[in-house]
């Protein structure tokens, strides 16, 4: 019997992965945009009659979006849409869905507020513990940023890696780890805030950040990034009201 290449096999693997992915992106968005409320959840077979791939790849996204907390299974009832908050909102899919299909005021506050109990202290312990190279990092993120304020680059690439920075800077690998759920949110909210909050000010409130650190000055590195983000909190309030 015949058997098939490496390459094959290769390029096999990654067509059902792409399928998995497809799928677990179609009805993860599906569930948070609300399209299953009021009806049951499609079996297995249903989802893969409607979206025209194998049962195989359908039962391993249910597994990926189960894994995610969006569904939950029970004998006798089967498969079901989770409550939101059972909802793992740390998952980048599940946060960007969020974001961009539900993406209103209040959700948008509540991300800045969870950046506003992390990222001021992780400025502090980058002014303490960040090597020269990490500083150099910070730099480049804000020297990005006045290059993209004059036309010259992407804006909200360099405002996200300037954040990353900083993260990765306070030397705290769980903080670092935190960097995925900060690029895939701002991903969204800074091209809405940017609008109003953006421009030389933002700008300033970067710099007064990098300086801090670069400085190594932990207390005005915290208050710096405090105010940079209390700005946002008080524009989506304003919008808001």
Known sequence: MATMAKDELDNTGQFSRTLTMGLVDAVGSAI????????SFPTEADLSKEH?????????????????????????????VQPEESWNLFDIDVLRWLMEQKLSSGLLRQFNELRLTVEPQAAAWAARRATPAQVTAILSGLTRMREAAE????????????????????????????????????????????????GKACIDDHAAVYNAIAAGKPEAASEAMAKLIDDVLDYLDRSHA
């Open 32 to 39: 948070v945009r609300g399209e299953y409320q009021g009806r």
């Open 52 to 80: 025209g791939i194998s049962r195989s790849v359908t039962r391993e996204a249910i597994k990926m979006i189960t894994a995610k907390g969006l569904l939950g299974a029970r004998p006798k009832i089967g498969t079901f």
């Open 151 to 198: 036309g010259n680059g992407d804006p909200l690439l360099a405002d996200i890696d300037f954040h990353v920075a900083v993260l990765r800077a306070s030397g705290n690998p769980f903080l670092s780890q935190f960097r995925d759920i900060v690029t895939t949110a701002l991903h969204t909210s800074i091209r809405i805030t940017n609008r109003q909050a953006g």
